[in-house]
């Protein structure tokens, strides 16, 4: 059975939210603060449900710790921070989805499978992939660069993949927003600028190209 953590500091929406999801069929745990979620934050979870705001620090900064430490478990941000730039910063974080409050039930329902559909697709995708000096293991989710494993959060890793499993196509940054973040119509492609820069800083300028007037694609001089 699937398992959920769902960190909420408001203990009724909490436990309404852990109803819901166990009458899903899916294993609940709830946290209501920061230190119960580092307790439960299991290498078992397969999605994980986090508000922004909790009685001992921010959701934010749990986000942080995750993929500092490579997890790679889907984070669903709920929170009524509604602001762009909250958007914006939570799925540069590593937030796989962001949802703002008040919500619909069946919405978040929604989401959480389709995180899990997508954790599901990747493990029975081709399980490693070799161009020039990156090696990505899918069902790990680890990249070696030149023999060396970086740390990747969960939307580098995504979108090189993407990339590394089409050496030869250009992707928009459009596209690449609606492949990696699911949205096509997102207000800014900044952030899949600031991914590309960063994946760039730990591996090295070549790795991906940037086409001018078009997009990105897979380097050229991987070899």
């Known amino acids: 059975m699937k398992q959920v953590l769902i960190i909420e500091d408001d203990e009724n929406l909490g436990k309404s939210l852990k109803k819901i999801m166990e009458d899903e069929g899916m294993v609940t745990h709830l946290a209501t603060t920061l230190a119960q979620a580092r307790e439960l934050a299991s290498d078992t979870l397969d999605v994980i449900v986090l508000d922004w705001m909790l009685p001992d620090g921010q959701g934010i900064d749990f986000l942080r710790e995750l993929r500092a430490k490579n997890k790679t478990v889907p984070v669903i941000m709920l929170t009524a921070r509604t602001d762009l730039i909250d958007k914006v910063l939570g799925l540069e974080t590593g937030a796989s ?25 990747a493990v029975t995708r081709e399980e490693k ?35 590394a499993e089409n050496p030869r196509q250009t992707f928009s940054r459009e596209k690449l927003l ?17 991914h ?6 730990k591996t090295s300028d070549d790795v991906i190209e ?14």
């Not at 161009?131 to 995504?158: A, H, Q, W």
């Not at 609606?178 to 600031?194: A, C, I, L, Q, S």
């Open 196 to 201: 590309v820069l960063q994946i760039r800083q």
């Open 210 to 223: 940037t086409i001018r007037g078009l997009g990105y694609r897979l380097g050229s001089m991987l070899s």
């Open 129 to 163: 992939i070799v161009i020039g000096k990156i090696i990505i293991n899918s069902v790990e989710k680890e990249v070696l660069y030149d023999g060396k494993r970086v740390i990747f959060t969960k939307m580098e890793y995504e979108l090189l993949k993407i990339l």
């Open 97 to 121: 989805d962001y949802m703002t409050k008040p919500f619909e039930s069946r919405e978040l329902v929604a989401r959480v499978r389709v995180q899990l559909r997508e954790k599901n697709t």
């Open 178 to 194: 609606d492949k990696v973040w699911g949205y096509e119509n997102f207000p800014t492609t900044r952030t899949v600028d600031t």
